[in-house]
């Protein structure tokens, strides 16, 4: 059925890997910019830190002294605190208190607080008063760590301004409604990074660069005058067409292996910040996507690329040489850049209901959106995502099916207001 | 001798623009027929609706018996067709470039190499095969794609302006390949040209197309004899009224 497929698709992979524009774009370039990426980064993380400033915060004051007192007083100066009335932190988690108040961060003030403030103040310098922070993860976005960072930075001050090291804090997680005790939410946020930062990007640039070079192997062989040969042989239309979104795939495939190795150097310098020296277990947390979690993410990233690609190449039929057809091209980037930027902060079910459905619509999100729902169990997110894809491509795979085999493929040309002459011109050409 | 191409009533509309108008002609199998004309008189359109790259407006084209709007599939398998503006794959080699195509031909390796070897002497390029095709010259470029043309001895081979881009030498090296191709293969030979002394030279019989319609038909030398002309320039001319 798909006579002469492996010819054109070895011509392909020839032709794209050969062409230096690709092999400087997409394997040199993202070497050298990830690791410059991650130090800008990381430097503007360390400025966001120190930065954030009024947050809101929940004050569970289990201590009647009076230590405590300056302690919050202090603690309001730089933030905005409220004070809970229950005792134990499960039951803040419970009542959804901290929903109430529109924070992640609690902090417990235990009842020994004052006393051991005041033995060490004494001079009795080996007993430090404890309190114990717990954050809410929920896998929402790159600055998820900067709230429990705040209260590093407060503590850091408030010690500084009585006497070094008197008050340590012990921090917990709220994962998934349920207290992980001694879990560091910012050491966890560092690695779950990946989920928040990562897909979204790494998604991105492959859609993109995967419908850069759809287009430019369509817009190529009508700039380089082979796709009327083409086209004349004695091969299945369909074959030529899928020939062209398959080596584009391979040829993205091994761009995405090349952006994950920088990616990896970019990684690196993000989490070192964070390290503490403690190893965690996403596995245990039920922070890492199951096999059923990866195999759903898989199906809804090949879909996307799939639709993406056959886009690209219904695009660069309109087009006549390379550089129109990128250009034609790049009118949908704002659909692959604004979902991935959107998700990378803000988690989706925060969103209002109007920009909700606006980013449910655009198929691109959806390997960004099942990242994060596999990630937090949600299984069916991620299966309607890949059946809304799949309807999705199957169209723009048929228009662009029935493209390659009627003349449009030829002769189609996108005509723009005020450019009646020039849609003439190509007409006059073709005769 | 069996029809080759038989175009009835063929119109061709781009928007508002007629290219080709109520065209008629008959293509005998084994001949090499010229179809000549200014810029705009609907050549490339015609040579494009008959390799059923293009569908007509209006009218009929048939190839061997063949419907080129009914079996466009069968059609591409007894043709082959030279746009006057092709170009190779700029990463792959002449070598590369010739077995691409020979492989849409047949899965036969030797049969592959035979027609790459054809290719290769018909191209007369040599060693310069084995480089990639962006090192070419417009000229070796076009030997390349003749070459590509005729190595598989189609049916019909449909040229447009096989001549262009090449220097005098090659291009009288060109029309001896053809002329071999269709006394040794039985190859039909369809092209068109600006050029008319190589028309003049190498076609059996000629159409002068002018605005989409043929204004004249016949071998070269009845041409001249009927409208009392040195050369086909001249009788163009006069057909059309500017002489």
Redesign the interface.
């Known amino acids: 059925m798909l006579k002469?497929f492996g010819?054109i698709l070895v011509?392909e992979l020839?032709?794209l890997i050969?062409?230096p524009k690709i092999l400087l774009g997409m394997i040199i370039v993202p070497l050298i910019m990830f690791p410059v990426l991650g130090a800008v980064m990381n430097f503007s993380m360390q400025s966001a830190q120190e930065q954030a400033q009024k947050a809101t915060i929940l004050v569970m004051n289990n201590d009647r002294g009076s230590y405590s007192q300056v302690f919050i007083a202090t603690l309001n100066s730089s933030m905005r605190v409220f004070i809970s009335n229950y005792t134990d932190p499960q039951d803040v988690v419970n009542q959804d208190e901290l929903s109430k108040y529109n924070t992640t961060q609690l902090i417990e003030i235990p009842p020994d607080f004052s006393a051991n403030m005041t033995q060490h103040m004494s001079g009795n310098e080996n007993i430090t008063a404890l309190v114990k922070i717990y954050s809410v993860f929920s896998s929402a976005g790159v600055f998820e760590g900067i709230g429990s960072s705040m209260i590093d930075v407060f503590i850091g001050g408030f010690n500084r301004q009585l006497a070094p090291n008197i008050v340590y804090e012990e921090k917990s997680s709220i994962i998934k409604g349920q207290i992980k005790e001694g879990v560091d939410p910012g050491q966890l946020s560092a690695l779950m990074i990946s989920q928040a930062i990562a897909m979204p990007i790494t998604i991105m640039i492959l859609l993109t660069y995967s419908m850069q070079i759809a287009a430019t192997s369509v817009a190529?062989e009508k700039e380089?005058?082979?796709l009327?040969?083409l086209?004349?042989?004695?091969?299945?239309r369909f074959s030529i067409l899928m020939g062209k979104l398959s080596g584009s795939i391979v040829v993205a495939g091994v761009a995405a292996i090349a952006y994950m190795i920088g990616f990896n150097y970019y990684m690196g310098s993000f989490t070192s910040t964070f390290q503490a020296g403690t190893s965690l277990d996403l596995v245990s947390l039920g922070l890492v996507p199951s096999l059923f979690g990866y195999l759903f993410l898989g199906i809804s990233l090949f879909v996307a690329l799939l639709s993406a690609l056959a886009m690209a190449v219904i695009l660069s039929a309109f087009a006549e040489d390379v550089r129109s057809a990128q250009s034609l091209v790049s009118y949908i980037y704002p659909f692959l850049f604004i979902p991935s930027f959107i998700l990378m902060y803000v988690d989706i079910n925060a969103l209002p209901l109007a920009v909700k459905v606006a980013l449910y619509a655009i198929p691109y999100s959806h390997p960004i959106i099942a990242s994060r729902a596999v990630t937090m169990g949600d299984y069916w997110t991620a299966v309607w995502g890949i059946v809304y894809v799949s309807i999705f491509t199957l169209v723009i795979m048929y228009v662009a099916s029935r493209l390659f085999a009627?003349?449009k493929v030829?002769?189609a040309k996108l005509k723009f207001r005020g450019l009646r002459k020039r849609g003439?011109k190509a007409?006059?050409d073709?005769? | 001798m069996d029809n080759a191409i038989g175009i009835t009533n063929l119109t061709k509309d781009f928007g508002a623009i007629r290219a080709l108008d109520s065209l008629n002609l008959s293509v005998e199998s084994g001949e090499i027929f010229g179809l000549i004309g200014p810029n705009g008189a609907g050549k490339t359109t015609a040579l494009r609706i008959i390799s059923a790259l293009l569908l007509p407006t209006s009218g009929s084209v048939e190839v061997f018996g063949l419907d080129v709007v009914k079996k466009p599939a069968e059609v591409r398998k007894i043709i082959s067709y030279l746009p006057e503006e092709a170009g190779a794959y700029r990463n792959l080699s002449g070598w590369e470039y010739l077995h691409f195509m020979a492989k849409f031909k047949t899965d036969s390796k030797d049969e592959i190499q035979r027609i790459v070897n054809d290719a290769a002497e018909i191209s007369g390029l040599g060693e310069r095969l084995k480089d990639k095709a962006k090192t070419y010259s417009k000229g070796m470029k076009r030997r390349l794609l003749v070459a590509r043309a005729l190595m598989t001895k189609p049916k019909l081979a449909i040229l447009d302006e096989p001549g262009s881009g090449l220097d005098v030498l090659h291009a009288y090296h060109v029309r001896e390949i053809i002329k071999k191709y269709v006394k040794d293969y039985g190859v039909t030979v369809l092209l068109s040209s600006h050029n008319m002394l190589e028309v003049e030279h190498l076609c059996g019989r000629v159409a002068l197309l002018n605005k989409g319609k043929t204004v004249a038909e016949g071998k070269p030398r009845e041409l001249k004899e009927k409208f009392a002309s040195a050369n086909l320039e001249e009788v163009f001319a006069k057909v059309v009224g500017l002489a």
């Open positions: 002469g010819n011509k020839k032709e050969r062409d190529m380089e005058k082979t009327e040969t086209l004349t042989l004695p091969v299945d009627t003349e030829l002769t003439k007409v006059q073709l005769e």
